[in-house]
């Protein structure tokens, strides 16, 4: 969805403290400060005018008698911050070193530096903050603030798919044990009057809107060798929370100088990934589709769940997260990212830990069509989100597990979840053999066409301009004309993921904030920029490590039938990692690099490929499947054979025996350098020869 306008900081269940202590009782040792009470004045005002905070939600505290008035104002600011919301606070004045070298936060009581007794321990704010179920981010403006941390996130996370970026963020004025400094005569401390400026004033040449993360990268860079030494601490992704908008945003002129090699700037542009919700402002091209689909999730009186279908690379995922998930009026959205190959635990899973229930009380409830409600006051989704429906096709082998999941998202009872399934359309026929799906899928099909040329403009030219980037005059011409090309001859897939991985790779070589006509090229074009990504990677390997990617790669592909046909499949981590101590590091070495390449993405320990589209664009990987198809088809069997045997206690009878043991072994072996087996497939082949040896 298209950027609003809005701020992170702007909704009803943000709450804001702002405290400022700059004057001492009278023969205090601790220096007035009287920048510091002007300072949190201007704060606290900035945060409704130019963060659109409103007014009755900032609570200003200066020169607070106590620590309590201050630890009560936080415990406002959590209790009125609802679930999902942001309690920010700020402090200005002296920072204190407490026993243990911990901060503390100076009250007008508080009278020598020495003394932490009428001071506020920062270690309670954080504590605080660590357990309110609302996000949180905390400036400090003292000395030693170094020394604070951000708070942890929730001991519960949340488990929903938002545009409001998860964790905390903390921001602090002075690295360490380093000082803080509010000049003599002058109305602010140096770190807020910079930070007032910036808000208020803008940056010429900076973002279309500030983010926290934008915020800390201009202070770093304005105070680079000066006293004040800002330090920045996060969790989660919670530097991207937008702050206000840039008042001297302007688009880029034509010609600027190149950039030094780390300028700072963050692609708009994710490659071949999904857009997050958090990144919807930078999600174009699919406004009035988006609207659509909302108003109809959103529908009161529509019943049955809503079935996304369209091509591979249409979008649908980046519609599902940045469009819907991301959009305000849907509510609480619960997203699946894949079915994988245990779909209905992974719905019961997921849904357990978004409503606090056991897993197996959810299991019996779910296995009916009832989604129980959440136990303990959290937030029930109001929206289930299952992306990649096709998997329970492609991934899951257990019919049984397949049946449970379909009829729980088949015969969910209201009141429950609006259920939204997102599907390739190549899968749509597997669906109307299955008499539920068939009629889930004619009831409540939701087409996602291939975007126009006006949408795809808007999908090139959207992120540039609110990062602040400008492309070259011809480029947008010559982008739309190849994209044309490109999708006449692509079958079920479409360019848009090669559109997606080719801007990234455009924006790397990017000439000052210009995208170039000569960096697209560069890059291979639509289609070679993928190519030529991976044939970098795999240039750049010793000849010893090349075998040991391609075996990596592999692993992340599933064939699907005798002829070849594949599909990403998500594996974890550790699973990818040899066991071996130093092969171990040589595989999370060369996953960093794939990570690094945006060919894999990692995402909570799981890695997959990032897009089908790579299975067609990268030669090398079609050729490793082709000339290793019999030895994958048999491994794909030997996994689930051995997960089963594994999961049933390891029982005799679920052994491989016989010409099917020979077949298997001689498949496996004759493929040994590209396919690495795990230990439980190991343990599977051996346990099988050891039973055909004895007889059992």
């Known amino acids: 969805m298209e950027h609003t306008g809005t701020s992170g900081l702007s909704g009803p269940n943000c709450r804001a403290v702002v405290v400022g202590t700059g004057h001492h009782q009278a023969g205090a040792s601790l220096s007035s400060l009287p920048s510091a009470r002007r300072s949190a004045v201007d704060i606290a005002a900035t945060l409704h005018t130019a963060c659109g905070m409103e007014q009755g939600n900032v609570e200003l505290l200066t020169d607070p008698e106590n620590p309590t008035e201050v630890l009560a104002a936080v415990e406002r600011a959590i209790a009125g911050a609802s679930d999902g919301g942001v309690v920010f606070f700020y402090f200005v004045g002296h920072g204190l070193l407490g026993p243990g070298d911990l901060l503390y936060l100076a009250t007008s009581a508080s009278s020598v530096p020495d003394s932490t007794v009428h001071a506020v321990p920062y270690a309670e704010i954080k504590n605080q903050l660590s357990e309110a179920a609302a996000r949180s981010v905390v400036i400090l403006d003292c000395c030693f603030s170094g020394l604070a941390e951000a708070a942890s996130p929730a001991q519960r996370s949340d488990p929903y798919a938002s545009a409001r970026p998860a964790g905390s963020f903390l921001l602090s004025s002075a690295s360490h044990y380093a000082v803080s400094f509010a000049p003599k005569g002058q109305t602010h401390t140096l770190f807020s009057g910079e930070l007032l400026r910036v808000l208020t004033e803008g940056e010429p040449g900076g973002p279309v809107r500030f983010t926290l993360n934008d915020l800390y990268r201009h202070l770093d860079h304005r105070f680079q060798n000066s006293a004040v030494r800002p330090h920045a601490d996060s969790a989660g992704r919670m530097g991207d929370l937008t702050l206000a908008p840039n008042p001297r945003y302007t688009p880029a002129p034509a010609f600027l100088p190149p950039p030094p090699e780390d300028d700072g700037t963050h692609c708009p542009y994710p490659g071949m990934r999904p857009f997050l919700p958090e990144e919807s402002h930078l999600f174009f091209g699919r406004r009035q589709l988006t609207q659509v689909l909302v108003d109809r999730v959103t529908d009161a009186q529509a019943v049955g769940p809503v079935v996304l279908v369209g091509p591979s690379g249409a979008g649908k995922s980046s519609l599902l997260r940045a469009g819907l998930a991301a959009a305000d009026s849907v509510g609480p959205v619960l997203l699946v990212p894949a079915p994988g190959p245990k779909p209905f635990q992974e719905l019961v899973s997921r849904w357990s830990e978004a409503v606090g229930r056991p897993f197996a009380e959810v299991a019996d409830a779910l296995g009916t069509g009832n989604f129980p409600a959440s136990a303990d006051g959290r937030r029930a989704p109001r929206v289930l ?312």
């Open 385 to 696: 989100v299952v992306d990649q429906l096709e998997e329970i096709f492609t991934q899951c082998e257990d019919a049984e597990e397949r049946d449970l999941f379909i009829r729980a998202v088949a015969t969910a009872s209201r009141p429950g979840p609006r259920v939204v399934l997102g599907l390739r359309a190549d899968y749509y026929g597997h669906c109307l053999r299955d008499s539920r799906l068939s009629r889930l899928v004619l009831a409540g099909q939701f087409t996602v066409p291939p975007l126009t040329d006006e949408e795809l403009g808007e999908a090139i030219t959207g992120p540039a301009a609110q990062a602040g980037l400008l492309l070259e005059d011809g480029l947008l011409d010559i982008l739309l004309h190849e994209l044309r090309l490109e999708q006449g001859g692509m079958g079920h897939t479409t360019a848009l993921p090669f559109l997606a991985h080719v801007l990234r790779a455009t924006w790397a070589g990017r000439w000052g904030r210009r995208l170039t006509v000569s960096g697209y090229h560069a890059t291979g074009g639509i289609r070679g920029s993928v190519a030529q990504t991976a044939h970098t990677l795999l240039d750049s390997l010793d000849p010893a490590e090349r075998p040991a990617l391609r075996a990596l790669v592999l692993r992340l592909v599933r064939v699907v039938d005798s002829e070849g046909k594949a599909v990403r499949r998500r594996v974890r981590t550790g699973d990818l990692i040899a066991a071996s101590t130093d092969d171990g590091q040589r595989d999370t070495a060369l996953l960093g690099r794939l990570v690094e390449a945006r060919l894999v993405v990692v995402d909570g320990g799981w890695a997959q490929l990032c897009h089908d589209s790579l299975l067609y664009a990268w030669p090398a990987l079609r050729a490793w499947i082709d000339v290793n198809l019999e030895a994958m088809l048999a491994h794909r069997g030997l996994a689930e054979a051995a997960d089963t045997w594994d999961a049933s206690g390891r029982l005799p009878s679920g052994l491989y025996r016989g010409s099917h043991l020979a077949a298997v072994r001689s498949r496996i072996e004759d493929a040994e350098d590209v396919l690495e087996l795990r230990g439980v497939e190991a343990d599977f082949l051996a346990a099988s020869r050891s039973a055909q040896w004895r007889g059992t």
